[in-house]
C-alpha cells in the first residue's frame, strides 16, 4: 500500500508545480519552456527532488531561467503546501534533466550512422 500512496503523491506534486511554473510565476527571466519530468517526495515528506528539462535557445537563457526558478522555490514550496494536502509542505530542490536533450543527441548519432 505505501509504494502506491508514494507514486500518487510523487504525481500530484508534479502536476501542482507543473501547473505553478505555468501560471503562477511572472518572472521575466523565465523565457524557456521549463517542462517537470520527475518528482520524488521523500518518505517523510520533508523534500522534493524535482527534476526538470528546459528548453532554450542558448545556455545563458537555460541559466538565467533555472536560477529563476530557484529563486522562486518558496513560492513554489508554499503554493504546493495549499494545493496539496499533505502533513508537511515539503522543500522544492530543483535539479536539470537533461536526459532528452542526450536522447536527441543519440538519435541524431545513429541518423548518421544510418545514411
Avoid: Q, W
Wanted: charged fraction near 35%.
Amino acid at each position: 500500500m505505501a509504494k502506491y500512496r508514494a507514486g500518487r503523491i510523487n504525481e500530484e506534486v508534479k502536476k501542482e508545480i507543473s501547473d505553478i511554473i505555468r501560471t503562477e510565476i511572472k518572472d521575466p527571466r523565465l523565457t524557456a519552456m521549463i517542462s517537470v519530468v520527475d518528482v520524488n517526495v521523500t518518505k517523510d515528506l520533508r523534500y522534493a527532488k524535482v527534476y526538470i528539462s528546459i528548453f532554450a535557445n542558448s545556455d545563458e537563457e537555460k541559466n538565467a531561467s533555472f536560477e529563476a526558478l530557484k529563486n522562486a522555490c518558496g513560492f513554489i514550496r508554499r503554493e504546493v503546501g495549499h494545493r496539496v494536502n499533505l502533513r508537511y509542505a515539503p522543500e522544492i530542490i530543483f535539479e536539470l534533466d537533461n536526459s532528452i536533450e542526450h536522447g536527441m543527441h543519440i538519435d541524431s548519432l545513429l541518423e548518421k550512422i544510418n545514411k
